[in-house]
């Protein structure tokens, strides 16, 4: 058997190759406007999906909104009027900074604290990156 032969023969044995589609997805905001508030219902299924503490979240969220808000119940109320758009924004950007991995682009990551430095690690490819940010 030649070599053009047992490179044929290797390339009938080659898996098929597989459209990789994106099995993470954050979810979008459900909520509604009360008067001069904005309510969150599904904010705890958000960070659940994220796999991030609630708190952390909403910390981010709040400071990037510059408005004040609180947990009741499983919901999230924000003291100002607000657009789901702008929210689901904020929580895309949380995501890119402190849940996907910047190496491999993958979201299986967890934060870990060594000293006065919090790390994002990638369980995907190993890829360890330093931040600043009280949690």
Not at 10 to 22: M, Q, S
Not at 27 to 44: A, D, Y
């Amino acid at each position: 058997m030649n070599y053009e032969d047992m490179l044929k023969e290797a390339r009938k044995n080659l898996p098929e190759i597989k459209e990789e589609t994106d099995r993470f997805e954050i979810p979008k905001v459900r909520g509604q406007i009360e008067g001069s508030k904005t309510i969150i219902s599904n904010f705890f299924q958000i960070a659940d999906v994220l796999r991030r503490k609630p708190q952390h979240l909403l910390k981010y969220v709040l400071k990037e909104l510059a408005t004040p808000g609180s947990f009741r119940g499983q919901a999230v109320i924000f003291g100002s009027k607000l657009p789901a758009s702008k929210i689901n924004e904020k929580i895309n950007s949380y995501a890119e900074e402190f849940v996907f991995c910047k190496e491999c682009g993958k979201a299986d990551t967890k934060i870990t604290k060594e000293g006065d430095v919090y790390y994002l690690k990638c369980q995907v490819c190993g890829a360890r990156y330093s931040f600043y940010a009280k949690i």
